[in-house]
């Protein structure tokens, strides 16, 4: 979607679309379902757990922070993250907005 085109769409939309581009690609669904299934912060954990380079891992992790669905601070060098409850409760109202659409199949296919 180009930057210019999307003042025509509404603030809801964009935000939907920016969220599942973001979590379109599987290692950053494999983060966040680790973070979550450890129920607390996750330090220096990631690459050993997850078999990807730190770089790759780094680069994801700044994705979803980027979107805000993950927090983190860095501590000398220790870093650690864990999920933003808030915001995964908004992302999550807003799917359910969203699929929770009614939707009528008319015989036309």
């Known amino acids: 979607?180009?930057?210019t085109?999307?003042?025509?769409?509404?603030?809801?939309?964009n935000k939907l679309a920016s969220l599942l581009k973001v979590l379109g690609h599987p290692a950053r669904i494999t983060i966040?379902?680790?973070?979550?299934?450890q129920k607390s912060c996750i330090c220096n954990d990631l690459v050993e757990e997850?078999?990807?380079?730190?770089?790759?891992?780094?680069?994801?992790?700044?994705?979803?922070?980027?979107?805000?669905?993950i927090q983190g601070s860095?501590?000398?060098k220790?870093?650690?993250y864990c999920i933003e409850e808030k915001?995964?409760?908004e992302f999550q109202k807003d799917f359910n907005i969203f699929?929770?659409?009614?939707?009528?199949?008319?015989q036309c296919c």
Do not use: P, R
């Open 74 to 76: 860095i501590d000398w």
């Open 50 to 69: 997850l078999g990807l380079a730190q770089a790759t891992i780094s680069q994801h992790l700044k994705e979803l922070k980027g979107i805000g669905i």
């Open 1 to 3: 979607m180009g930057v």
């Open 87 to 89: 915001v995964w409760k």
């Open 5 to 13: 085109k999307t003042e025509i769409y509404k603030d809801e939309q």
């Open 32 to 37: 966040l379902q680790f973070i979550i299934n």
């Open 99 to 106: 699929f929770n659409q009614d939707v009528k199949v008319h």
């Open 78 to 80: 220790s870093v650690c």
